[in-house]
């Protein structure tokens, strides 16, 4: 589908954030110079064609209660998917990623406290006999991806 | 930052997204049993402690067609990474940047944003203007691309219990 310039000011206008008030729809409908039913119908669309994969809350993970860490092992090509059964056998393994470096395995473990993260990523590093380097997140930027209007 | 038993109820309502419907809080509220004003002090309540990050809506980079993405890595002075992190992470092609800690020797980078373009020439061009961006303070940097989802599963909220 294309998307025309009043479904781009829309998208961009709706990262920057949606009040909470009774008629929101109408603030921001209101802002954009559009009326309340056009922006509804729009956003109806672009659901349903998946330019919108969720529209709503986003909620910090960490904050919701539970630990999270970005994590990189350099795992030699012959032992990959050794290792990569290994890894992904694991439930606290959320997303994993093959990425063309030498650490080429990147995921992110999700566990309830912050010492099982500790207690994982050693367990990782028993079972396989490669270091598991952890990035934690120390200070997430504003997010200010938009996209051409 | 603790989250209630209710607070708990509006996230597992409202994880799925908003109802696109002229009242979305008052439809909600509705069906947790909740005044609609509740819900709204207790959505700001959470959007002011960061349990809310924000409320908006995801864009699918694929379907807008940026369907090229490389995670950028960079070496920033730690004086100068919490100013110049802003800056990255305001430009319009990036859509997550983190201040990580290095992991020296390995891993000289702290600082992580993820770009998304057309294509990957694209993202090498704006790899460098995220260089220009942060000029001395950048003593090297990298990029890595994904070759493969190895794995990929939702976030596991847990139903109860917990703060």
């Known amino acids: 589908m294309t998307l025309d310039a009043t479904d781009r000011a829309i998208l961009n206008r709706l990262q920057e954030g949606f009040?909470?008030?009774?008629?929101?729809?109408r603030v921001v409908a209101?802002?954009?110079?559009?009326?309340?039913?056009?922006?509804?119908a729009r956003l109806e669309?672009?659901?349903a064609d998946r330019i919108i994969t969720r529209f709503g809350p986003?909620?910090?993970?960490?904050a919701m209660g539970g630990a999270f860490c970005l994590c990189a092992m350099a795992v030699p090509d012959a032992d990959f998917e050794c290792v990569l059964t290994k890894v992904n056998a694991r439930p606290e393994v959320a997303h994993n990623y093959q990425r063309d470096h030498r650490l080429n395995m990147w995921f992110v473990l999700a566990t309830e406290t912050e010492a099982e993260i500790?207690?994982?990523a050693m367990s990782i590093e028993r079972e396989t006999g490669l270091r598991v380097l952890r990035f934690?997140?120390?200070r997430e930027f504003f997010i200010g991806f938009r996209i051409a209007a | 930052m603790s989250i209630d038993a209710t607070d708990r109820r509006i996230i597992a309502a409202t994880q799925g997204g908003l109802p696109l419907v002229p009242e979305p809080y008052a439809a909600i509220a509705a069906e947790l049993g909740l005044s609609e004003a509740t819900l709204c002090n207790r959505l700001h309540n959470m959007q002011a402690r960061?349990?809310?990050?924000r409320i908006a809506a995801a864009p699918n980079h694929y379907a807008l067609g940026m369907v090229?993405?490389?995670m950028s890595v960079w070496d920033v002075e730690d004086a100068a990474v919490a100013e110049l992190g802003a800056h990255v992470g305001a430009l319009d092609f990036v859509s997550h940047c983190y201040e990580r800690p290095r992991a020296l020797p390995d891993w000289p980078y702290n600082l992580f944003a993820m770009i998304h373009a057309e294509s990957r020439a694209e993202v090498e061009e704006k790899r460098g203007r995220i260089a220009a961006l942060l000029g001395a303070a950048c003593r090297g940097h990298d990029i890595l691309y994904s070759t493969r989802i190895l794995k990929k599963t939702g976030l596991r909220l847990r139903p109860e219990g917990g703060t």
């Open chain 2, 50 to 53: 960061g349990v809310i990050r």
């Open chain 1, 30 to 40: 209101q802002e954009l110079g559009l009326n309340e039913a056009d922006l509804l």
């Open chain 1, 136 to 138: 934690p997140k120390r």
């Open chain 1, 58 to 62: 986003f909620y910090d993970a960490e």
């Open chain 1, 45 to 47: 669309r672009l659901k």
């Open chain 2, 68 to 70: 090229a993405n490389g």
């Open chain 1, 19 to 25: 009040p909470i008030t009774p008629e929101p729809f």
């Open chain 1, 118 to 120: 500790e207690e994982m």
